[in-house]
């Protein structure tokens, strides 16, 4: 009589992945790239949570490597707090030995160890660098709420940011320990990577309109309602015809303001939107524009420096610390609250050949030095998951 061997069963360790305040922006492709990576990583077993809005673009391929997917319904405070507190009872049935909460901060708590995407600038820098006129009312909000939601700041959890200097103001502004936060740098997605690799072309298609992008969801920090006021300057300077190209929706209020503006100051036909994108979308708007624009205030970093630059469209942005560290030379940098500024060197940067090319060659440099491949970057993703799964166990 043969008898097999006694097999212990090992069991896999538990992941719960968090995205449900995931909805908009560039935040959606970090999401979609990692969770395609996870549903691949078969050591763990994997959970995920997730907005609506996630859940739409996710393909049968990717939600087969899950074990169970949660999908929470967005909206306003209260589905905030229902959700927060759907989420403190599915740790508690899940059981994981990890939670990750891609973009945080979560303002629920768990006992599991819980790695967080720091991505809220409004928390670390000075209301001076973010206060927005444009948006006085928001912007007051934020500088009334932002003492609270420091206190409540979950200083017991991980933190995983996209650069050292957001590291540090992150350590510093909010006293957590510099052990417990961790840099993984950003990167394209790789269903960006595969649409510009496989059908780039170094100039935009010839058409007689300066087409201008602005690939930006609708963030009061974001200074998006600057643009009208920049097209104004273009047309005193006698531009040629011109566009900024928008992706945010039409019907909602971000739109309105930035059009009733315009309007305003007679330049409503040079600004239009094409609504929110799938971001399998994004590649061809950025091939098929001549000049990216990001007049941005503040950021923890963003997916437009890194997709210009593979798209190798050059970049006009704002002149400050975290653009530079993120883009080197590969950018034309402006005050972002000057228009005058702004119109003269967008209009410089299309009407000259030779800095059009350097600015491509510079930020294809910047993509080698600053950011890793999509692969890299999950590598780097999953050694933070399994170096806190160590501290989990020794503890």
């Keep these: 009589m043969n008898m097999k061997p006694f097999q212990k069963t090992v ?94 901060p979560a303002y629920w708590k768990t006992s599991k160890p819980h790695l967080q995407g720091f991505a809220h600038p409004l928390l670390i820098y000075s209301y001076r660098d973010w206060f927005n006129p444009s948006h006085k009312i928001e912007s007051l909000k934020h500088l009334a709420l932002n003492p609270l939601k420091k206190l409540f700041f979950p200083k017991s959890s991980y933190y995983s940011v996209e650069t050292q200097k957001v590291k540090e103001k992150l350590s510093s502004e909010l006293s957590i320990s510099l052990d417990n936060i961790f840099v993984v740098r950003n990167s394209v997605s790789p269903f960006f990577q595969k649409e510009i690799v496989s059908k780039i072309q170094k100039t935009a298609s010839k058409s007689h309109v300066l087409k201008i992008l602005v690939p930006s969801a609708y963030y009061s ?45 007679g330049v409503g036909d040079k600004l239009v939107t094409l609504g929110t994108l799938r971001h399998a979308d994004m590649a061809d708007q950025y091939r098929n524009c001549d000049l990216v624009f990001l007049p941005t205030l503040v950021e923890a970093s963003t997916a437009v420096y890194p997709e210009s630059f593979m798209a190798r ?23 972002p609250r000057n228009p005058v500024e702004m119109a003269g060197k967008l209009l410089e ?19 080698r030095e600053n950011y890793p491949s999509p692969s890299m970057k999950w590598k780097s993703q999953l050694k933070v998951i399994e170096t806190l799964l160590k501290r989990a166990a020794v503890n």
């Design 11 to 104: 069991r896999k360790q538990k992941i719960l992945i968090d995205a449900v305040n995931t909805t908009r922006g560039g935040a959606v492709q970090v999401v979609l790239s990692l969770i395609k990576n996870a549903s691949g990583e078969r050591r763990y077993e994997w959970f995920l949570a997730i907005s609506e809005e996630i859940n739409e673009q996710l393909d049968a391929k990717c939600r087969a490597g899950f074990a169970k997917i949660l999908v929470f319904k967005g909206g306003r405070f209260l589905s905030k707090v229902l959700n927060a507190l759907r989420l403190e009872s599915t740790v508690k049935s899940l059981e994981p030995d990890l939670v990750y909460t891609i973009f945080g």
């Design 221 to 265: 920090h974001k200074n998006l309602e600057i643009t009208p006021y920049v097209a104004a300057e273009m047309v005193k300077k006698n531009s040629r015809a011109f566009k900024f190209i928008f992706i945010i929706p039409e019907q909602g209020e971000g739109w309105k303001n930035i059009s009733s503006v315009a309007e305003k100051l």
């Design 313 to 335: 469209r050059p970049l006009v942005t704002s002149d400050k610390a975290f653009a530079k560290e993120l883009c080197g030379k590969g950018a034309v940098y402006v005050d």
């Design 349 to 367: 940067v299309h009407s000259n050949s030779k800095l059009r090319n350097k600015l491509v060659q510079e930020g294809l440099r910047s993509l």
